[in-house]
């Protein structure tokens, strides 16, 4: 089993940044991927960034250039630094890990709220 924590949602204004981290316990070894994800009411969860098992981020359009997604493999962290932060950004904030092997499976974490809002 893997456990993820998230930490660092609030209330920004317009412009704004906000900086979400995401702690692990557990089996990490077991994690290939990390990422975040959003959700807003009525709408299906989607993918904000994500860390590759290569390493390599990607992300999604709505957001390259004014969010940054960092992992430490060694501590077993993903950080997301959101800068310039649009209403729109408003949502529940969900730390993602996905395993491999033995079986894929997705650990979320609890969610975290950002808002965007002056």
């Known amino acids: 089993q893997v456990q993820l924590v998230e930490s660092g949602g609030g209330l920004v204004q317009p412009g704004g940044s906000l900086r979400l981290s995401c702690a692990t316990s557990g089996s990490i070894f077991k994690i290939s991927s990390m990422g975040w994800y959003r959700q807003t009411p009525g709408k299906q969860r989607e993918l904000v960034a994500r860390v590759l098992s290569s390493g390599t981020p990607v992300y999604a359009d709505s957001v390259k250039g004014r969010f940054t997604i960092a992992r430490d493999n060694a501590k077993g962290t993903v950080h997301l630094q959101m800068n310039n932060l649009k209403p729109e950004d408003t949502a529940v904030y969900y730390c993602?890990?996905?395993?491999?092997?033995?079986?894929?499976?997705?650990?979320w974490g609890q969610g975290t709220q950002v808002t965007v809002s002056s």
């Open positions: 993602n890990a996905a395993q491999i092997v033995p079986v894929p499976y997705d650990y």
